[in-house]
């Protein structure tokens, strides 16, 4: 698969994903958290909104690199990437929805709203290609005559961030 259309698959598996976790490290320990992801066209770039003063923020100013993990309607994609906090009012305002005051409700005037930018430099993904009952009867087979199931395919895309 070219890599171009690599990343197409990866933006398209990821489509539609409202939530997905993201892991940081801390020095010690790998530490992992539901996110909601900012509904734009992936570039190769995802965006969160975040507390300034929040333990990710400290753990990704400390160590940068980010692990980030989807599932969407059966597929799943993990994306490894470099995270940066962003202060940045326009960039704010332009993924700002009505949902997010849920969780900073003084809007985009929140005290100590800052964003998160993760530039993905990997992604590994398996696709399923068959509904659920299906994938599970797969399994079923292949574990009873002892061969390997079939049904996902599986692929691991860089990201060139040259073109970035």
């Known amino acids: 698969m070219e890599n171009e259309d ?27 958290r539901p996110m909601g992801l900012q509904q734009v066209a992936f570039d190769g ?19 940068p690199h980010v692990n980030l ?36 409700p003084e809007g985009l005037d929140t005290e100590g709203l800052t964003l998160l930018k993760v530039a993905a430099d990997s992604a590994e993904y398996w696709d399923a290609q068959f509904p659920k009952a299906i994938q599970l009867l797969g399994m079923v087979k292949a574990a009873v005559t002892g061969t390997k199931a079939e049904g996902a395919e599986n692929e691991t895309v860089t990201f060139d961030k040259s073109s970035n």
């Open 45 to 63: 770039d995802l965006w969160f909104f975040t507390y300034e003063k929040s333990n990710k923020v400290s753990e990704i100013n400390a160590y």
């Open 6 to 32: 690599g990343i197409k698959k990866v933006a398209n598996l990821m489509k539609g994903a409202n939530l997905c976790t993201l892991s940081t490290y801390d020095g010690n320990k790998i530490i992992s």
């Open 69 to 104: 993990s989807f599932e969407n309607s059966g597929s799943w994609v993990s994306l490894s990437g470099t995270a940066t906090v962003l202060k940045d009012f326009e960039k704010a305002e332009e993924l700002w929805n009505p949902f997010l005051k849920a969780w900073f």
